[in-house]
Each structure stands twice: as C-alpha cells, then as structure tokens.
C-alpha cells in the first residue's frame, strides 16, 4: 500500500458498523489506513469485539460509539466524539438502515418514524453536523441507498420511499457541498439474505433476477465505498448500483 494510495492519517465514522456490512465497510477503510468510529446502537460486542481487532492490528485507530439515530439532537455529539477522538473527520459512510415489511392495510406512524428515520432524517442531520469538520479535510459522504430506491419490493412502500429520499439527498447535496465536499451513494442489491431467513422459493426467484446468478457479499459493498472514497476524485452526485445487474430489469 503505498502512500498516494492509501487513507493514513484519514478518519472515517460508519453509522451501524458493528455487523454485516457496515463491518466490513469498517473493516476495509481501516485495511487502507483510515481510522474508524464504530457507530452502533445495539450491537454493543460486536462492536467492540471490531474495534479491539483494529485496534490490535494499529493502536488507536479506532473507537466505539453508541447512539440511537432515531435521536437527532445526539447526532451531533456522535460527530464530536469521532472529532474529540481523532482532531478530525473526513468521511461520513451512512450506512445503518431499518429494514422490514409494511402492507398497505397494516403501515403505522411508528413504522414511518423508524424507516424514514434512520434511512433519510439520519444521514440528512448526520451530515449537518458533519459539515464543518468535512469542509476543512475536503471530506466524502458516502450513503448506502438501496437498487429497491427505484424498483419497488413488494409490501416495502415505506423503506423504498426513504431510501428513494435518501438516493435524491445524496445527489442534493452533492450539488450543495462542492466544491468542498464529495457526496455519492451505493445502492446494494442482494447481498446478505435478512437476518430471519428466506424461504428457498424467494432464494430462486431473486437468484433468476440477477444476470450475474450469485449473492453479493458485503466485501463487494466495501470495496466500492473504498473507490468512491479514496480513488474517485471527480466523481460526486452518482449512485453506484452493486447488484450483479439485478437493476438491469427483472
């Protein structure tokens, strides 16, 4: 790694960083010299069970922080402490997201606080109060949107519509924030099944619908925040699918 090519000295905060992939997005940055604020707001050891494996590859490179995002006036105090941390931030990854079905006949408030929330108010505040500390590193935001941001899932109205405002936000500011701030977004297709499980008949027909016929993993959602933060210099405003061509058509 040399060191045109590498993130030394560089400080990253990755919202919902202690599992899957916002592990490994963690895990990545750190593997090219980031320093790496682990936020979580449940997942208490995995997280630390994270940072202590960073930290032992390079002392003091990372750090844990807890926070409930669907709180916005602590969002702020999520960014001071990565900055009381580090003396710096140059990279926002907003990746933490609730994701979960809500028919039409069955969609509550609570449901549309939780899912616009921690899918488009979060990285909006978030980024807020990023602001001054990315204006003076020249920083990157990068948003994990969704491909189903454009082509809906099925008795998922609500999700698809905040990350839908989150892909428009990172284009919005994108445009606001230059020529300081480079802002972008990964749109995810499928890559890890949800935690409760899938039968096999939703296994095969998601598998028929991706020209690639594979499952990404979360090291391929990784590796494109690493593009978008370290090497795409004059690219800002764009949402790159990673999906194995799933959002081709199906």
Not at 36 to 46: K, L, N, P, T, W
Not at 179 to 206: C, F, K, Q, Y
């Amino acid at each position: 790694m040399t060191e045109a090519s590498s993130l030394a000295g560089k400080w990253a905060l990755v919202t919902g960083a202690g599992r899957r992939v916002g592990a490994a997005i963690a895990r990545t940055l750190h593997e090219q010299g980031a320093g790496v604020a682990i936020h979580y707001r449940g997942s208490a050891s995995d997280a630390a069970e994270l940072a202590a494996a960073l930290n032992g590859a390079r002392p003091g490179s990372a750090l844990t922080i807890q926070a409930d995002l669907h709180d916005t006036a602590s969002l702020g105090g999520v960014v001071e402490a990565v900055v009381r941390h580090a003396g710096r931030l140059d990279i926002l990854v907003n990746n933490a997201s609730s994701f979960y079905p809500t028919p039409l006949a069955d969609i509550n408030e609570e449901q549309w606080s939780d899912l616009l929330g921690t899918n488009l108010k979060a990285p909006l505040f978030l980024a807020q109060a990023a602001l001054p500390h990315l204006k003076t590193t020249k920083g990157v935001i990068v948003n994990i949107v969704d491909i189903h941001a454009v082509r809906p899932l099925k008795d998922h109205t609500m999700y698809g519509a905040a990350k839908a405002g989150l892909a428009f936000l990172t284009r919005a500011l994108a445009r606001d924030l230059a020529p300081d701030i480079r802002v972008n977004g990964v749109a995810p297709g499928a890559i890890l099944w949800p935690e409760g499980g899938v039968s096999d008949h939703m296994r095969d027909v998601v598998l028929k619908q991706i020209p690639l016929k594979r499952v990404g993993e979360p090291a391929d959602v990784a590796a494109c925040v690493l593009y978008l933060v370290r090497d795409a210099h004059y690219v800002t405003g764009q949402i790159i699918a990673v999906d194995g061509g799933r959002s081709v058509g199906w």
